[in-house]
T-cell receptor
Framework: QQQVKQSPQSLIVQKGGISIINCAYE??????FPWYQQFPGKGPALLIA?????SEKKEGRFTISFNKSAKQFSLHIMDSQPGDSATYFC???????????FGKGTKLSVKP | DSGVTQTPKHLITATGQRVTLRCSPR?????VYWYQQSLDQGLQFLIQ???????AKGNILERFSAQQFPDLHSELNLSSLELGDSALYFC????????????FGEGSRLTVL
């Protein structure tokens, strides 16, 4: 399978700080790049997504930055809160296939 | 609540056994996906069905099989279980089966002893 590489594996941020998670992909046919949030004991849930025709998308405190030429995208969480503590997965899909290829996840801990 | 229902939530069984995991997609969703989540491998795509037909296949072992029924629910069958099959198995659904949001259930946790 085409890979999506995610870093860091874990992240500790103080309350009010900025959390940044990075992903890189290989397949230029990918045209949909979502971020999923997963809390313990729950399934992943869509947080925010972007398509390659824009370089940035913002929803509240969450922003995706997308660099098509570098084949990279990142999630920025502004004013991070303890309630943001979860595992975050980047993913990609494209062409005629709806299945998402996921990164390995980043465990975010926001300290009060 | 995503609207995707998975049963059972927890399952403990022995090596060599066979289990069946069940998934009911969101109302109106025609496509179902199965993923395996383990600590070291993250979320691995297994297989996708669209309106009863297999659409895409990922890293699914030959010991595993799946199907989507006319009422659109899906089952994942795992046989000749090994210790390494212990994982969370997620079902997700989407309307079209093309690129876009997947809605995940809460998973079935399989423990093989």
């Amino acid at each position: 399978q085409q890979q999506v590489k995610q870093s860091p594996q874990s992240l500790i941020v103080q309350k009010g700080g900025i959390s940044i998670i990075n992903c890189a992909y290989e397949n230029t046919a990918f045209d949909y790049f979502p971020w999923y949030q997963q809390f313990p004991g729950k399934g992943p849930a869509l947080l925010i997504a972007i398509r390659p025709d824009v370089s940035e998308k913002k929803e509240g405190r969450f922003t995706i930055s997308f660099n098509k030429s570098a084949k990279q995208f990142s999630l920025h969480i502004m004013d991070s809160q303890p309630g943001d503590s979860a595992t975050y997965f980047c993913a990609a899909s494209g062409g005629s296939q709806g299945n998402l290829i996921f990164g390995k996840g980043t465990k975010l801990s926001v300290k009060p | 609540d995503s609207g995707v229902t998975q049963t059972p939530k927890h399952l403990i069984t022995a090596t060599g056994q066979r289990v069946t995991l069940r998934c009911s997609p969101r109302s109106g969703d025609l496509s179902v996906y199965w993923y395996q989540q383990s600590l070291d491998q993250g979320l691995q795509f297994l297989i996708q069905y669209y309106n009863g037909e297999e659409r895409a296949k990922g890293n699914i072992l030959e010991r595993f099989s799946a199907q989507q029924f006319p009422d659109l629910h899906s089952e994942l069958n795992l046989s000749s279980l090994e210790l390494g099959d212990s994982a969370l198995y997620f079902c997700a659904s989407s309307v079209t089966g093309l690129t876009g949001e997947l809605f995940f259930g809460e998973g079935s946790r399989l423990t093989v002893l």
